[in-house]
């Protein structure tokens, strides 16, 4: 099957962050659904909030080797549409294979596979959005793939939750491959408009041939700017902690599975409101107002998290505050990192900086876990709201190129 695209100029590049925003509403869906599922499911293994905070550490860390991988290949705009294709297929495959899962490390395992997936394919696309747009477009275009993704995140725990009384927990995770195929579809269309866009308006600075770290990447992170961008950014990335953690800290207490999934669909609807403001510029799209509304927003959601008797109410609002918090600080960070580098550097830039934040991440969150399980949670959802809020803020006082 043949796709007829709209010619590249200027005035037709509006349909590249729609196919790329689908293609990841159909990730979404089939990962969320069955990610869903996975803290009750390792309660049900016999795990601890300690081990939950290991799964999503060593995920991290194979989405660190994924990343390490986009870097080092995504040279050009045909290598980073192969890595978004191959990243995609892992993820959605290792996704499926939950479903086969009968220990809690087969799970641990398949997830990391899962996470290395979206790090091979997550700065490569960033790298083709940025690339294939003008930089007035890139808020709004990663706004718009945000919403998408997130809406996707919706639909998939919806399904969940809709159909956990008809089908097995392995029936819904079996199922979520149908979505997974539409993303294999979407992801095709998306890398193939943008290498149509780069290949006849390619970009002015061209670095295919460049290694990962050349030379060009090291001079450019010296720049106060930059240095500053990942110093903070890290902070901030590594404050924000996976819903899933979030999610697990609550039915660790007293929750179900319809009031997490409850969280999480509050969670996912507050980003995909977030994210379509910011694409259709009812909310500011400028990185400094979003670094600053990050930092508040998260250090008020570990704050109603604090107590070790967080009511059921208190978690929907911490949910909604954590959901806008993730779509804003998101859409920031991709846009505060493609003003700062290049075209040519843009995707061993993204790749290095979510590798750095996943190598922080992968430290701080089993401490933060560990203080939960020792009856510690004040303390350490004071780290966690501290770490946030002082990355928010660094990055919303440091000025960068676009920048009001």
Same mark, same amino acid.
């Given at each position: 099957?043949?796709?007829?695209?709209?010619?590249?100029?200027?005035?037709?590049?509006?349909?590249?962050?729609?196919?790329?925003?689908? =293609?990841?509403?159909?990730?979404?869906?089939?990962?969320?659904?069955?990610?869903?599922?996975?803290?009750? *499911?390792?309660?049900?293994?016999? +795990?601890? !909030?300690?081990?939950?905070?290991?799964?999503?550490?060593?995920?991290?860390?194979? @989405?660190?080797?994924?990343?390490?991988?986009?870097?080092?290949?995504?040279?050009?705009?045909?290598?980073?549409?192969?890595?978004?294709?191959?990243?995609?297929? =892992?993820?959605?495959?290792?996704?499926?294979?939950?479903?086969?899962?009968?220990?809690?490390?087969?799970?641990?395992?398949?997830?990391?596979?899962?996470? /290395?997936?979206?790090?091979?394919?997550?700065?490569?696309?960033?790298?083709?959005?940025?690339?294939?747009?003008?930089?007035?477009?890139?808020?709004?275009? #990663?706004?718009?793939?945000?919403?998408?993704?997130?809406?996707?995140? &919706?639909? +998939?725990?919806?399904?969940?939750?809709?159909?956990?009384?008809?089908?097995?927990?392995?029936?819904?995770?079996?199922?979520?491959?149908?979505?997974?195929?539409?993303?294999?579809?979407?992801?095709?269309?998306?890398?193939?408009?943008? $290498?149509?866009? *780069?290949? =006849?308006?390619? %970009?002015?600075?061209?670095?295919?041939?460049?290694?990962?770290?050349?030379?060009?990447?090291? $001079?450019?992170?010296?720049? %106060?700017?930059?240095?500053?961008? &990942?110093?903070?950014?890290?902070?901030?990335?590594?404050? *924000?902690?996976?819903?899933?953690?979030?999610? #697990?800290?609550?039915?660790?207490?007293?929750?179900?599975?319809?009031?997490?999934?409850?969280?999480?669909?509050?969670?996912?609807?507050?980003?995909?409101?977030?994210?379509?403001?910011?694409?259709? @510029?009812?909310?500011?799209?400028?990185?400094?107002?979003?670094?600053?509304?990050?930092?508040?927003?998260?250090?008020?959601?570990?704050?109603?998290?604090?107590?070790?008797?967080?009511?059921?109410?208190?978690?929907?609002?911490?949910?909604?505050?954590?959901?806008?918090?993730?779509?804003?600080?998101?859409? !920031?960070?991709?846009?505060?990192?493609?003003?700062? &580098?290049?075209?040519?550097?843009?995707?061993?830039? /993204?790749?290095?900086?979510?590798?750095?934040?996943? *190598?922080?991440?992968?430290?701080?969150?089993?401490?933060?876990?560990?203080?939960?399980?020792? +009856?510690?949670?004040?303390?350490?959802?004071?780290?966690?709201?501290?770490?946030? !809020?002082?990355?928010?803020?660094?990055?919303?006082?440091?000025?960068?190129?676009?920048?009001?």
């Amino acid at each position: 099957m043949s796709l007829t695209l709209p010619p590249s100029d200027s005035s037709s590049r509006s349909d590249l962050p729609v196919l790329f925003g689908l =293609t990841s509403l159909f990730a979404d869906m089939t990962y969320e659904l069955a990610h869903v599922l996975l803290p009750a *499911l390792l309660l049900s293994l016999g +795990g601890t !909030a300690t081990s939950a905070a290991w799964m999503e550490s060593l995920a991290e860390l194979a @989405k660190t080797g994924g990343f390490w991988v986009s870097g080092k290949a995504g040279t050009g705009p045909s290598r980073e549409a192969l890595l978004v294709r191959a990243g995609y297929a =892992t993820t959605i495959v290792a996704t499926v294979l939950f479903s086969l899962a009968v220990n809690s490390w087969e799970l641990v395992f398949l997830k990391s596979l899962s996470w /290395f997936g979206k790090g091979v394919r997550g700065p490569a696309r960033d790298a083709l959005i940025a690339n294939a747009l003008p930089d007035p477009l890139h808020a709004r275009a #990663f706004g718009t793939v945000h919403a998408l993704d997130q809406t996707g995140g &919706f639909l +998939g725990p919806l399904a969940a939750l809709t159909l956990s009384g008809t089908l097995s927990p392995i029936s819904l995770i079996a199922l979520s491959g149908i979505p997974g195929i539409l993303c294999l579809v979407f992801a095709v269309a998306a890398t193939r408009r943008a $290498t149509q866009i *780069l290949h =006849t308006d390619p %970009p002015a600075d061209s670095g295919a041939h460049e290694n990962f770290l050349s030379k060009n990447l090291k $001079t450019a992170i010296k720049r %106060p700017e930059i240095r500053s961008y &990942f110093i903070a950014g890290i902070l901030l990335r590594s404050g *924000l902690l996976p819903s899933t953690l979030l999610m #697990f800290r609550f039915a660790s207490s007293h929750g179900t599975f319809l009031a997490m999934a409850s969280g999480f669909l509050l969670a996912s609807v507050a980003t995909v409101l977030v994210s379509t403001a910011i694409a259709r @510029k009812i909310v500011s799209g400028s990185p400094k107002t979003l670094f600053f509304s990050s930092a508040i927003l998260l250090s008020a959601t570990y704050l109603l998290l604090a107590s070790p008797r967080a009511s059921f109410p208190l978690y929907l609002l911490a949910m909604i505050l954590w959901g806008t918090a993730e779509a804003a600080s998101g859409v !920031a960070l991709k846009v505060r990192g493609a003003s700062l &580098f290049p075209p040519a550097l843009r995707s061993r830039g /993204f790749a290095l900086f979510e590798i750095a934040c996943a *190598l922080a991440a992968l430290l701080l969150w089993p401490i933060e876990a560990r203080l939960w399980d020792a +009856g510690q949670t004040l303390l350490g959802m004071g780290i966690a709201a501290t770490t946030a !809020a002082a990355g928010g803020i660094l990055l919303g006082r440091t000025k960068a190129p676009g920048d009001p």
